[in-house]
């Protein structure tokens, strides 16, 4: 059994390669790059048509959405630059205050047609055009060389479409879960004894990395949204999109509510430095209530990262037990915290925010709080889809993609 695992880990690291984005990228952009090269030697009259290579390389990203959107971008600035070279060497030609002129003029053309990243791009097309002889045959062979390079790259990843980064989006999801759980746990173990405020400090500090992580976080759940975008492979992208943007939202709340959380725990030690945080009964029920708490986060990370219907009513129903049993142990952890802070009145502010705190976070893992919030979001999203692209969703109704989405809300809040 080893032998076929020392076998098959190469098979692995390779499939695990093969669908990294920077070794995508970099396979695509040289493929498309080439071929657009190759069919520009046949129909530009240079003799070095780069500008296709190169626009082929800028424009092929590792998303179809990306692709499409720089292209038609991309174009743009290209064509935008030539047009102002064209009219500057028909009126000035090339000189020290012509080119100024040229430059300003073109950032200020790249603004209007909004080309956003690509603006300097129309400057380098014009200057590149302005500076050779024959302007005209080169002004419209770099046009050629342009379209070449853009068709190309969009028709690579229409052949080919990219991968769809949903399955990556929702390890990341999983894995802020997990490290959130560990930290719980930690929290947990520490409130059941003698917590000296060095080490709640430490905890505190911990929970305050973790926003470092949701950062990275949402960078690959941006790529996946992308990816979900105008793909053909994909029959309910805006829904994948709320369903795993929506989820990761609740993930930083809870987040945000630990770290609340931890410094409170931090405070309690303080005050109570070298006492233990709680009573020893109070203690061992908040390290229960933590352990469910933490046991349900990893929960909900996996109901909202699962799209197979049968995993998902298995992950909510698991989901739906541990919040019940937290919210038991919750009720009981109260009375001992009221009992608390009548023998301590001093304290009671804190053991008040320590149950308000947990409550916080129960209430944004229930299943029903999650079930409105997606059904809104959805809503919210389609308004919006329908005010910016009217045709668009005209065109969606008319192929009944809307009814069916509509149709489904109700069991679609169910399950997810």
Request: hydrophobic share 50%; net charge neutral; glycine share 4%.
């Amino acid at each position: 059994m080893r032998d076929v695992r020392e076998w098959t880990a190469p098979a692995s690291r390779f499939l695990k390669r093969h669908r990294d984005p920077v070794t995508v990228q970099t396979l695509r952009s040289a493929a498309a790059a080439t071929i657009a090269y190759v069919i520009a030697l046949r129909l530009s009259p240079e003799s070095a048509p780069l500008t296709a290579p190169l626009t082929a390389l800028l424009v092929v990203q590792v998303t179809l959405y990306a692709t499409l959107t720089n292209g038609i971008r991309r174009v743009n600035a290209v064509v935008a630059g030539v047009l102002v070279a064209i009219a500057f060497s028909l009126l000035v030609g090339l000189t020290w205050w012509s080119l100024a002129l040229l430059i300003v003029a073109a950032l200020a053309v790249g603004h209007l047609v909004r080309v956003d990243e690509y603006v300097p791009e129309v400057a380098i097309s014009a200057m590149l055009v302005l500076g050779v002889t024959t302007i005209g045959d080169t002004a419209w062979a770099r046009v050629v060389e342009t379209l070449i390079g853009a068709v190309v790259g969009l028709a690579f990843n229409l052949l080919l479409a990219p991968p769809v980064w949903v399955e990556e989006a929702g390890e990341s999801i999983e894995g802020l879960a997990r490290r959130l759980r560990q930290l719980m746990l930690r929290m947990g173990e520490e409130a059941a004894g003698r917590t000296p405020v060095h080490h709640a400090t430490a905890r505190l500090h911990e929970a305050r990395r973790i926003d470092h992580d949701i950062v990275e976080v949402d960078a690959a759940l941006r790529q996946a949204e992308d990816s979900l975008k105008l793909n053909p492979r994909v029959r309910e992208g805006l829904l994948h999109r709320v369903v795993l943007r929506t989820g990761l939202d609740t993930l930083e709340i809870c987040t945000v509510v630990l770290r609340v959380l931890a410094r409170t725990f931090t405070d309690l030690a303080k005050e109570r430095d070298p006492e233990p945080l709680f009573a020893p009964e109070t203690g061992a029920t908040v390290e229960q209530l933590l352990s469910e708490i933490a046991d349900a986060v990893v929960s909900f990370a996996v109901l909202v990262t699962t799209h197979l219907s049968e995993s998902a009513e298995s992950a909510e129903a698991r989901l739906t037990a541990e919040l019940r049993a937290a919210a038991g142990t919750r009720d009981r952890l109260a009375i001992l915290l009221r009992k608390e802070a009548e023998l301590e009145a001093r304290h009671w502010q804190l053991l008040g925010a320590v149950l308000t705190e947990v409550n916080r976070i129960l209430d944004e893992l229930d299943t029903e709080h999650r079930s409105r919030r997606l059904l809104e979001e959805l809503d919210r999203v389609s308004q919006e889809q329908r005010a910016r692209l009217p045709r668009l969703t005209r065109l969606r109704e008319r192929l009944g993609v809307q009814e069916h989405l509509w149709q489904n809300r109700t069991g679609i809040g169910r399950r997810y």
